[in-house]
């Protein structure tokens, strides 16, 4: 049956150790049509990039071309589910689906126009948008964690970085301490493979509380311990790093690592 009550009936039916159900869904214009897209996902322990227990399911009532389709799909998991990770264990669930079924009746888009950046703008935010839910459900999180790399040399760059630190067990468990440990991110940062130069980085903790400032041009800088403890005692905290190497940007998604993600995976029976 189509309804908001199904819908969200259909989002808790796949939930396994998820504490939250995760659905998201918007309406744009096309071609003076009213379009919707919605989406539904479920995903709380071994969540990392491409092969993960990630169930995702898109559905949208625009006419596009299947090749268009799949293309703004696939185009758009690279910045979306592919820079989250909860524990950086993976599974072979891993699924990201979309269907459409044209009932909007805009005209058929076939070609990579004005009414598909439309399309495209509105798939980021349902995806963003759910691969943020997860990363903030991850099974014991208390912390949404997020990492956003700024003046990167190439796009590449900056996800290899975001990512590595996103990923980083001891940056989780430093977040979980509300540590504002500069050393464990800088240490990501280092074995992520990607190249940098560590003396033109800037480190920073931010949220809504406010901003403080740990690691500036290759030194650590003095700080409030009290004040940081607080941003990082925070439900979600950045860490914005600032390359001050180029113009590209990235950001990844996770959580902190906690006691009960222990106790939920020590008692856990497949």
């Not at 909007?104 to 703008?121: L, S």
């Not at 301490?177 to 980085?201: E, Q």
């Amino acid at each position: 049956e189509h309804s908001e009550l199904h819908a969200t009936l259909a989002s808790k039916a796949i939930m396994t150790t998820d504490t939250k159900n995760k659905e998201f869904a918007v309406a744009f214009e096309i071609g003076g049509k009213t379009v919707h897209l919605g989406g539904m996902t479920k995903g709380s322990g071994m969540i990392h990039p491409k092969l993960c227990t990630m169930l995702c399911f898109l559905t949208t009532d625009l006419c596009i071309s299947k090749t268009l389709l799949q293309k703004a799909l696939f185009e758009d998991i690279v910045d979306t589910y592919n820079m989250i990770s909860v524990d950086g264990d993976t599974s072979t669930n891993d699924t990201c689906v979309i269907l459409a079924n044209g009932k909007a009746g805009n005209p058929e888009i076939t070609e990579e126009n004005e009414d598909y950046q439309t399309f495209k703008k509105a798939l980021h935010a349902v995806n963003e948008t759910l691969a943020r839910n997860m990363a903030a459900d991850g099974e014991g999180a208390t912390h949404l964690f997020t990492v956003h790399v700024t003046g990167a040399n190439d796009k590449e760059t900056a996800r290899t970085l975001a990512r590595s630190v996103v990923s980083s067990t001891l940056t989780k468990a430093a977040i979980y301490g509300r540590d504002a440990n500069w050393g464990r991110i800088l240490c990501a940062m280092g074995y992520s493979g990607a190249a940098f130069d560590p003396n033109k980085v800037r480190l920073c903790f931010v949220n809504d509380i406010g901003k403080i400032l740990v690691y500036k041009d290759g030194v650590p800088v003095d700080f409030d311990e009290d004040y940081a403890k607080e941003i990082l005692g925070y439900e979600e905290v950045t860490a914005l790093i600032e390359l001050n190497q180029g113009e590209a940007e990235a950001t990844a998604w996770g959580c902190d690592l906690t006691h009960d993600y222990v106790d939920i995976n020590a008692s856990y029976r497949t």
